[in-house]
């Protein structure tokens, strides 16, 4: 596995497999990541070997996406250990590690919005500038690599679909592919930002997931009023003691609410778990509703 | 030469010149227009045929840098004559001519901004959305493309800063050339809105550069101080019944006023020629002033 920190060197290494004089040309697979690797990331490592020749997974803890009283300076960093992880995998071409002043230089003011509601919403309410440094830093990270593929997961959801649009609109060359969350065996979604939860929250925070689980089986049983499934998932959260922040039905493809569970619904929620804030998702598709339960199939969207 | 509609179409083509199977893969030099081509679109694509193998020009009267209140409906179009002015340089690789229905689809929320002063200033102050509209136009074609050159005119130099700043900063492969502005007998910046005016109006509109070049004078006799010369600057288009929108003598690389002129300035100007707003600018570095004069050189940024 090739460890790259320079941009020119990174775009260099890309190009000269693209071009790959003489021979096909290979495709390449993107994982944007924030480190901190967790079996979520190595999920989407997974499917981006399967789907191309090469793969090439960045890890850049981005400081335009935490606001001044997030959680930027205790965000987890272990390179040494997702190295190990990365190499383990062997299905990784190039790590690409940029640093902070190659990226954001003094003077920086460029930057890429999805200028709409569903930049506003659910994380964006509480996060107001956060989608506007996601989608920056995955833009400059685009042009420098220029995949044919780039890997999300589905537990961002929000962020997923918002460059997911972001990168169709831009015209980049890049699908954007959402892949399933990867969860532990009590269902909590796997996430770099359960290592703050001390071991009394950790057993807590599976309520996030229980909760959604007992709003598909709601919608199973027949119930299609968003604000029923709503108030139930709150009083689970409660029930348990987590601390919800949001929890909505919207359409997966805008982000904006419906008040009937119908056709595809995704029900996203925020809670805190002490100091903790995590988010989980279902996305319901009552057309599809047995099909996708069953196979668990990758680009639920 | 090639004439492509679609970004898909645009994009295979672009990258197949670039992998260029078994040879040396070709480098493109762009030039992104709105059309009504005249001899300043003509030296940017002599430009980038000097230092490229092969060249891209586009073509797209882009509807998100006008605002309401603006000349997109009476913006000249004249795709025939274009592609005739095209065919006879013989140094066109391909035209792109995008739809506005493919550039903006429905819903179309994603926006590149540079979110600084330089975009608030001059032009920025009166056309508040204008470079908005112009930084995600380029960034989508940058990105359709992904050429190893962009060529733009010195004539509209703010926006040539911001593009360069933009395209720099996102880490888009391409680097932006700005070459001179090209002129009339008269002095008058070639502008396709210099179509608007009457032969009156034509008359009076080389005042703009009359004044730059009193402006020039002024300096080379030793003056420095920035506010003089703005004055004497109007005073000769007031002569002339030319009215000023704005004459500012600013840092080139920031568009940030300068009360001295020192080092590298550039003066720009707005003016209305009746209902007609034409820019121009001149840029004046203190420590090359003679080579610059003489060499008429490209890039002079």
Same mark, same amino acid.
């Given at each position: $596995?090739?460890? &790259?920190?320079?941009?020119?060197? $990174?775009?260099?290494?890309?190009?000269? $497999?693209?071009?790959?004089?003489?021979?096909?040309?290979?495709? &390449?697979?993107?994982?944007?990541?924030?480190?901190?690797?967790?079996?979520?990331?190595?999920?989407?490592?997974?499917?981006?070997?399967?789907?191309?020749?090469?793969?090439?997974?960045?890890?850049?803890?981005?400081?335009?996406?935490?606001?001044?009283? /997030?959680?930027?300076?205790?965000?987890?960093?272990? %390179?040494?250990?997702? =190295?190990?992880?990365?190499?383990?995998?062997?299905?990784?071409?190039? %790590?690409?590690?940029?640093?902070?002043?190659?990226?954001?230089? /003094?003077?920086?003011?460029?930057?890429?919005?999805?200028?709409?509601?569903?930049?506003?919403?659910?994380?964006?309410?509480?996060?107001?500038?956060?989608?506007?440094?996601?989608?920056?830093?995955?833009?400059?990270?685009?042009?420098?690599?220029?995949?044919?593929?780039?890997?999300?997961?589905?537990?961002?959801?929000?962020?997923?679909?918002?460059?997911?649009?972001?990168?169709?609109?831009?015209?980049?060359?890049?699908?954007?592919?959402?892949?399933?969350?990867?969860?532990?065996?009590?269902?909590?979604?796997?996430?770099?930002?359960?290592?703050?939860?001390?071991?009394?929250?950790?057993?807590?925070?599976?309520? %996030?997931?229980?909760?959604?689980?007992?709003?598909?089986?709601?919608?199973?049983?027949?119930?299609?009023?968003?604000?029923?499934?709503?108030?139930?998932?709150?009083?689970?959260?409660?029930?348990?003691?987590?601390?919800?922040?949001?929890?909505?039905?919207?359409?997966?493809?805008?982000?904006?609410?419906?008040?009937?569970?119908?056709?595809?619904?995704?029900?996203?929620?925020?809670?805190?778990?002490?100091?903790?804030? %995590? =988010?989980?998702?279902?996305?319901?598709?009552?057309?599809?509703?047995?099909?996708?339960?069953?196979?668990?199939?990758?680009?639920?969207?």
């Amino acid at each position: $596995m090739k460890h &790259i920190i320079k941009a020119a060197e $990174m775009r260099e290494f890309a190009l000269k $497999m693209r071009r790959a004089r003489g021979k096909q040309p290979k495709t &390449i697979g993107f994982v944007p990541t924030m480190g901190a690797l967790h079996e979520g990331h190595m999920s989407l490592i997974e499917a981006a070997k399967r789907e191309n020749n090469r793969v090439i997974v960045s890890i850049f803890v981005n400081p335009a996406q935490f606001a001044a009283n /997030e959680d930027l300076n205790e965000y987890p960093r272990n %390179l040494k250990a997702d =190295i190990k992880k990365l190499k383990q995998a062997k299905a990784v071409t190039c %790590l690409f590690t940029p640093g902070e002043a190659e990226m954001y230089p /003094e003077g920086y003011a460029s930057y890429v919005r999805v200028e709409n509601e569903m930049t506003k919403v659910l994380c964006g309410a509480s996060r107001p500038e956060h989608f506007k440094g996601v989608t920056t830093i995955v833009a400059k990270l685009l042009n420098i690599i220029n995949p044919d593929r780039m890997y999300l997961g589905q537990k961002d959801l929000q962020q997923a679909v918002i460059l997911k649009k972001m990168a169709k609109e831009l015209n980049y060359q890049a699908e954007v592919k959402i892949c399933p969350t990867v969860r532990g065996k009590d269902g909590l979604a796997l996430s770099s930002r359960n290592g703050y939860l001390t071991p009394e929250q950790r057993n807590s925070a599976p309520a %996030l997931y229980k909760a959604l689980k007992v709003a598909e089986s709601m919608v199973e049983l027949g119930e299609r009023d968003a604000q029923s499934v709503i108030k139930e998932i709150r009083r689970k959260l409660k029930e348990e003691n987590v601390e919800a922040e949001y929890v909505e039905a919207v359409d997966p493809g805008t982000m904006l609410k419906k008040e009937k569970i119908s056709g595809k619904t995704a029900i996203l929620a925020a809670v805190f778990v002490g100091k903790t804030r %995590l =988010i989980d998702n279902t996305i319901i598709d009552m057309d599809e509703w047995n099909a996708v339960k069953k196979e668990n199939k990758e680009d639920a969207l």
